[in-house]
Structure formats: C-alpha cells, structure tokens
C-alpha cells in the first residue's frame, strides 16, 4: 500500500501543470491517445516505404510487454495499465525511430535497453530523467551504426521486409540505403529531396495537432523547438560548408516527429513554463549545431538526450509549478 501511495504521488509530481484537463483523461488513457496519434504517420510511412514498420513496432511491443513484466515481478508488485501503456509509447515511437528494414535483434535490443536502463533503473514510471525511446535509439545508434544507417529507398513488399527483418543475409541489398542526410555527411553529395518526406512529416504533424488539442502534449514546447530550429539553421546554413537549404533542414530527418512526440515527453522535459521554452531552445540549439559540426547524420535524437540532462537545473532557476492533483 505504501508503495502504490508513492508511485502515484511520484507520477502526479512529474506531470506538466495543466490550464484544463480535457476530458479528464487519466494517465493511462494519455498514453493510449499518444499511440493514436502516431497512427496516421504509420499510415503514410506504411503506403511510402512498406509493412516494415509494422513487424518493428510488434517486436518492441512484445520486448515492451516482456520488459514490464520483468519489471513488476522483480520488485514484487502488480503490473498496472499505467506500466503497460507507457513501455507500449516507448515501443512504439523507437520502432519509428528506426530503419523499417532493421534486423529484429536491434529493436528488441534497444527496446529493452531503452525501457531498463531509460526508465526502470531510476525508479520506474515518472522517476526517469532521460527520454526511455530516446536512450533506447541512442544505444543502437552508437553499437550497430551500420544496421542503423539504412533506410528504405523506397516501397519495400511484406516478403522483403520479412526477409530484412528476419534474414537479412538473403535480402536483396539493392532497396536500402543510406539517406540524404547521410550521403550529403558522407561524401558532399546531395541530389534532391523526396516530397515522401513531406508526406510522413504531415503524418506527425497531424497527430501533434491531436495531442495538442486534448492537452496531451504541450504546444509551446513543440513551437519553441522548430522555431528556434529554423532560426539558429537560417544563421549555420549562412556560414556551413553543407548545402542545404533551410527548408530541407526542416523536411529531412525527425525534426517534425521529434516536435510532436519527444520534445514534449513531460517526464523528461523541464516543467514550468518558461523552463519550457528554455529546454525546447536548448534542444535546439544543440540539434543544430550537432547536425552542422559532427559525422552524425542527424542530431535529434542526441539533442533531445542532451536537454534532458539540463532540464533538473532549468527547473531549479525557473521556479517549476507541478499538478499535485489528488493522492
């Protein structure tokens, strides 16, 4: 009993304060809206690239459920809706995050990292202080930066897919390859930008705008983030080597999904409102100057990863207001 008390004040803690509470969803139920509003990028990214992504997001949601269960029999207690939902979010935006085609090792790898080591080792739910989905990729990412490196060039059929996933040895090598971003870092060369990319970066935007409506997801943090974005690459792109424009900064890479989905998890972002906007510009500025001086394709994933680590200092200078709510 006296743990649940603790669990549910930690959680109550670690939410953002909220001007209203539409629909009065519970925590759980926000989880699950999140999972909505994913769906209509997994939608075009499924009609752009393949069924890929969908045995990706069964993999992590499997090592999901596995993890969580683990989790809640080695500190002896129930496994509640609140556990599942959330290793499910976890599941689901890393299975986004990466290659379509990845090998099945890798998600269930970073998955399972990412839940364990993310979350569970500081305390479970409400307690972490990085991103879990963001701790999972960035593990990956460092470990199997070849099988992480490419992406589908294009619609890839159900047998394909399965045979990337499953047997990558006997898979035809010719229908992935490294992206824009990567080329252009690799070797200076860069042909022109897909409208496929505008197309899943719609998908994402939609379901921000989903979460930003039900007061799921803070607007201003989104906002903040591509703003800052946008004006500190106009300033880079003016003294760069690389030959972007600003628009293609904006298209390519997880910029718009990073805005919708990550930046805004209220557990490892800073808490009051100007704490916000500070971590978001913070992020920012670290996406950019990441994606313009290192050999890293894109830097979201570390940028956010980054912020997170600021954000416990940015509360304590900006005077954090939490939702107590009732324990």
Known sequence: MKTSKTRKII?????????KQIGGLSSDEMMCHVIYAALPGIAISTVILGFGIW?????????????????????????????????F??????????????????????????????????????MNIFNPAIVGFCAVYLSFSAEISLYPNGYV?????????????????????????????????????????????????????????????DWRLSLTFVATFTLLTAIFT?????????????????????ACFIITDPTSAATGRLGRV???????LFAVIIRHYSNMPDSMAFAVLLANLFAPMIDNYTRPQYNRGSV
């Open 11 to 19: 959680t109550a803690l670690h939410r953002f304060p909220r001007d």
């Open 89 to 126: 979010v976890t599941a689901v935006l890393l299975a986004i995050a990466v290659p379509a085609t990845a090998p099945w090792w890798l998600i269930v790898t970073g998955t399972a990292f990412g839940l364990l080591f993310g979350k569970h080792i500081f305390g479970s739910m409400g």
């Open 238 to 258: 003016y003294f760069s080597p690389l030959t972007l424009t600003v628009t293609e900064h904006l298209g390519l890479g997880s910029l718009i999904f990073t």
């Open 55 to 87: 045995f990706q997001l069964g993999l992590a949601l499997v090592t999901a459920f596995f993890c969580e269960a683990l989790n809640a029999f080695l500190r002896q207690k129930s496994l509640s809706r609140l556990d599942i939902y959330s290793g």
């Open 278 to 284: 500070i971590y978001a510009a913070l992020a920012a």
């Open 157 to 217: 059929s159900i047998s394909e897919s399965f045979a990337y996933i499953f047997h990558p040895s006997i898979a035809n090598d010719g229908l992935t390859g490294a992206t824009e971003l990567s080329s252009l870092k690799a070797n200076g060369e860069f042909t022109e930008m897909s409208p496929n990319y505008w197309l899943i970066n719609l998908g994402w935007l939609i379901g921000g705008v989903y979460l930003w409506i039900r007061n799921i997801a």
